[in-house]
């Protein structure tokens, strides 16, 4: 780290008792002056458990910011870019949610943490990546209402003993999109001693034909694990760039160059200062909204 303006904003966070938070598809010289780098999973218990800061900087789409904010409403929560939205967030409204729910009455209600608080309320529990297979095995419904994500809800479905409903029809990560099975059988050709991995936000066709299908964080201890020296990733691009950091003996191949989450990258070492300095934009919801919200998180922590 060498920046002058990453050398600012670490005197900013101290003077400021600030901490920042990133999540892994953040760029390097945002990764370098983060705090906590994590996955979904690991951002919401680490949000969970910020005591002795008065700021709370989220380097992450907005439904990541508005988590940590319904975990500490008493605390300032910002985001550098109020535009970085996770398009898929947005994918299932709250009344598209409420009409599904009418339709299953029997059925139990599980959001990916990828969505907007307004909708979370209304779930009894939210999933990430990295435990939708147990928390969804924790419900005593036969019946799940599984949204945003459908690949996610596919990837759940084939490894549970219970009936997924995907909501909304079509509910999608357009990064994970990009990937194709020719994208999996050209690497193969190229790295035949690689292991594929790629993340369950891909089409399942791309899972079954990886060789592991993880979130981040898991991709992260098993490569750390692993005793093989040589994997394609199959996510956003600069979850190479952590590992890279933190195992740097590993040989990583991108599964495609082009698989860039643009509002991810919104975040700039700039807008990071600037957010110090004036302490905006700050993330607010309703008391209610947060309230409902917040039993949401605390199942899926406890699970």
């Known amino acids: 780290m060498s920046s002058t303006l990453q050398e600012e904003i670490l005197k900013l966070k101290e003077e400021k008792n600030a901490i920042i938070l990133a999540h892994n598809y953040q ?6 002056i983060a705090d906590f780098l994590g996955d979904s999973l690991e951002l919401c218990i680490k949000a969970s458990k910020i005591d002795d800061k008065d700021l709370v900087i989220f380097c992450g789409v907005d439904f990541m910011a508005e988590t940590a904010y319904i975990l500490n409403p008493d605390k300032k929560i910002l985001i550098p870019d109020i535009a970085a939205e996770c398009p898929m967030a947005h994918m299932l409204p709250e009344e598209e949610l409420l009409k599904a729910k009418k339709e299953h009455s029997d059925a139990g209600v599980i959001l990916y943490v990828n969505s907007i608080a307004e909708s979370k309320q209304h779930a ?21 209402l599984f949204g945003p994500d459908n690949n996610l809800a596919n990837h759940v479905s084939q490894r549970v003993n219970k009936e997924i409903i995907p909501i909304p029809n079509g509910g999608h990560c357009y990064v994970h999109k990009l ?5 999996v059988e050209l690497k193969r050709k190229e790295y035949p001693n690689a292991e594929i991995i790629c993340h369950p936000e ?53 599964l495609l160059e082009g698989a860039i989450c643009e509002t991810m ?39």
């Open 265 to 303: 990258k919104l975040h700039t070492l700039e807008k990071i200062r600037d957010c110090l300095v004036n302490e905006s934009p700050q993330i607010t919801l309703p008391a209610n909204v947060t309230k409902k919200s917040k039993k949401t998180i605390e199942y899926m922590l406890n699970v």
């Open 27 to 32: 760029p390097g010289e945002v990764q370098e």
């Open 202 to 254: 891909c089409d399942i066709e791309i899972q079954n034909a990886c060789d592991k299908v993880l979130s981040t964080g898991g991709m992260l201890k098993y490569i750390a694990e692993s005793d093989n020296e040589e994997f394609v990733i199959g996510t956003e691009i600069d979850m190479i760039t952590r590992i890279n950091k933190e195992i740097p003996n590993k040989k990583l191949y991108p």
């Open 124 to 144: 009894d529990t939210l999933c990430t990546s990295a435990n939708a297979v147990k928390v969804t095995e924790s419900l005593p419904h036969d019946k799940i």
């Open 179 to 183: 990937f194709h099975i020719e994208d």
